[in-house]
């Protein structure tokens, strides 16, 4: 039985011998063989070379003599240097893709000798002599002559046809009713010797060649090119790999890079939107919910918050910090000094030399439709002298005044709950943990009171002058006072364990992170204790005049001084990293310190009239949030307090010439446009 090889690119007989193949559709006929059981070509590559021969492959049934189809030239892009003909010693057909078109037959030496029944000798030779380059040479049934075809040309319409349906408008070549479609005729001669020279060019004239080629074509052959050769660089390795192997991939890329992974398709678009993917960006940026109320925190646990968005919006939140300006304001305590400022729930609690407390609900002052609000604020009346301290913990509100008492009031509803009497003279400092206070007074004592109960729990005496500032964790009181000492004491036995000296001057500031405790002086120095021990660490030298506000995050310390500059000091090894000044340094004393964007950046405010951001990584100056039109010629900011996407300002003047009022920036405004899509 002979053996006939041809392409399965007919449905039947018929359409063979209508494509002018009926020779060979004479063959087959008589075997009782549909074309495409009579075998097929795929591109094998020569070894120790880039050239690919067209070898042709069997599959022959032991049980039945019949063959079985095989895919035609299963890699084209192999086919990227000078290929081999086709040859055998017996008589066999082979039509590429089309009508008209046999492979030659020539008797050559073998190359390679395939395993072929007794009756037929198959061989795959490259064919030395006959057609140079990357053409075949090829035979039409009606025409004895070779006509040489280029096999890139050939593979991309045997592809192309391979590929062809009724359904593909994309396709470059129009499909008939069975699905494949003749591709067009071979070219011409002179194309042919076109074709031949242009092989035979070294590789660079080929690129000069083919330059010049695009060069003379118009838009619409160009537009042909591109649709018969962008379908053979469209291969997406991702979408073979397993989805775990594919986000270890996308978890190294940042989350710019995830954003635009987004627009590739809609297979990347899944992998790059995968929660815990973009949970473990959130991670890795410090986000969390530590700025949440509890509220929030349950709410977000039951829902499990798309993660994406929320770094989205922390970027987007992040720009706003740098670049939004729009505040609001509304006049507050009729010219008096705002002298305690804190912000709890998104309420702002400011107390006043008027002896009064306001407490103002943000949520509706900031989201009215003008600029100034007209929202009254709950105040919180009873104090017979000015408001000097004021703290929050939970649902209370615990104020010291010059009246020499302590008073306790409901947060929500601003009824006054206990009046906490003891001190001889002005309560100058408040620290609250959960439901215990702890109170300096110029009378240089301290007192602990239980708030829920208003009883006393105890009075700590030791200090020799006015205690200016204390800290407390919930185990150790720490007590800043004129006397120049710090003290350190131990709530359940309402002892002092320890008695830090060190200081030459007035002690007006205090900051404890349960480990180190920090304190300021009027001395220019700022002293590191170790708590537990009662020992110096370091003495922090480099200001010149008061120390009245630091603030102290992650061992990083700031402090800012009455000689308007602001350093960020390393308290583990002493060291001070940055002096924040760049030429934007305030022209007054610094009057508050707060860190914002997880302490990343420094809010400070001064006596100048200002409020500027700062780099803490960087140390250098970002830009101003606030600087008042009186600026310079009275107006001062003498409390600020912040959150991740909120600052409070409270501000006047002390001439009258700034009216005394709140500013309240939100830098969340904008996130209501904020969607999946990239703030890059």
């Not at 301290?389 to 020499?404: A, F, I, L, M, Q």
Request: charged content about 20%; overall charge negative.
């Amino acid at each position: 039985m002979d053996y006939v090889q041809i392409f399965g690119c007919f449905s039947s007989l018929d359409d063979m011998k209508r494509s002018g193949f009926s020779a060979v559709a004479s063959v087959c006929d008589d075997q009782k063989s549909s074309p495409q059981d009579c075998g097929q070509f795929q591109a094998v590559p020569e070894p120790g070379s880039s050239d690919c021969e067209l070898q042709p492959k069997y599959y022959k049934q032991q049980s039945n003599n019949r063959h079985e189809s095989s895919p035609f030239l299963q890699d084209c892009s192999s086919l990227n240097g000078p290929s081999s003909r086709v040859s055998s010693t017996d008589n066999f057909v082979s039509p590429i893709v089309g009508p008209s078109i046999v492979s030659s037959l020539t008797e050559t030496s073998p190359v390679v000798s395939l395993a072929q029944p007794p009756s037929v000798s198959m061989e795959v030779s490259a064919s030395p002599g006959s057609v140079s380059g990357s053409d075949v040479s090829l035979l039409s049934p009606q025409s004895p002559g070779p006509l040489p075809l280029s096999s890139a040309y050939a593979c991309l319409m045997s592809r192309a046809a391979k590929n062809c349906s009724p359904n593909n408008p994309a396709s470059p070549l129009v499909c008939d009713d069975s699905g494949y479609s003749p591709p067009p005729s071979p070219p011409p001669p002179h194309i042919s010797d076109w074709l031949m020279q242009f092989n035979q060019f070294p590789l660079a004239d080929k690129h000069t060649a083919l330059d010049r080629l695009l060069g003379t074509c118009n838009f619409d052959q160009l537009r042909y090119m591109y649709a018969v050769i962008e379908p053979q660089f469209q291969f997406d390795i991702v979408a073979k790999l397993p989805r775990d192997v594919s986000l270890l991939i996308f978890k190294q890329l940042s989350p710019r890079d995830l954003c635009a992974c987004c627009l590739v398709s809609q297979h990347w678009r899944l992998l790059a939107e995968d929660q815990l993917l973009w949970q473990e960006k959130c991670r890795e940026a410090g986000i969390d919910n530590e700025d949440k109320s509890d509220t929030e925190k349950e709410e977000e646990d039951v829902t499990q918050r798309e993660w994406k968005r929320r770094y989205l919006e922390d970027v987007e939140l992040e720009k706003n910090w740098k670049t939004l300006s729009s505040c609001r304001s509304w006049p507050s305590h009729h010219n008096h000094v705002i002298t305690c400022l804190q912000l709890h729930n998104n309420k702002v609690v400011c107390g006043s030399d008027d002896c009064s407390i306001s407490i103002w609900d943000l949520d509706v002052c900031c989201n009215t439709t003008s600029g100034v609000t007209e929202m009254s604020p709950v105040l919180l009346i009873g104090h017979e002298g000015g408001v000097w301290s004021c703290e929050v913990s939970g649902s209370k509100v615990v104020s010291g005044s010059t009246d020499r008492t302590l008073k306790v009031w409901n947060f929500d509803t601003g009824e006054l709950e206990h009046t906490l009497v003891g001190h001889s003279s002005t309560v100058r400092c408040i620290a609250l943990h959960k439901d215990i206070a702890v109170s300096g007074a110029r009378d240089a004592t301290l007192h602990v009171w239980n708030i829920d109960s208003g009883s006393k729990l105890g009075v700590l005496s030791g200090h020799l002058a006015a205690v200016r500032c204390v800290a407390f964790d919930g185990n150790l009181i720490i007590s800043g006072a004129y006397d120049c000492h710090v003290k350190v004491w131990d709530l359940h036995k309402m002892t002092c364990l320890h008695t830090l000296e060190g200081h030459s001057q007035r002690v007006y500031s205090l900051q404890f992170d349960g480990t180190h405790i920090v304190s300021g002086s009027l001395d220019a120095s700022i002293i590191v204790w170790n708590a537990l021990k009662g020992k110096l660490v370091h003495v922090l030298r480099g200001h010149k005049s008061l120390t009245s506000s630091m603030i102290v995050k992650n061992n990083v310390l700031i402090s800012g001084n009455a000689d308007s500059t602001v350093k960020v000091w390393d308290i583990k090894t002493g060291r001070c990293i940055h002096t924040l000044q760049c030429g934007h340094k305030h022209s007054s004393a610094v009057t508050g310190l707060q860190f914002c964007r997880r302490g990343n950046y420094i809010v400070s405010a001064s006596d100048d009239g200002t409020v500027k951001l700062w780099n803490v990584v960087t140390g250098l100056f970002v830009r101003d949030l606030l600087k008042l039109d009186t600026s310079g010629i009275g107006g001062v900011v003498w409390r600020i307090k912040c959150n991740e996407h909120m600052l409070i300002c409270a501000v006047g003047s002390r001439n009258l010439s700034e009216e005394t009022k709140l500013i309240v920036f939100d830098f969340r405004a904008k996130l209501n446009a904020v969607s999946q899509t990239s703030p890059y």
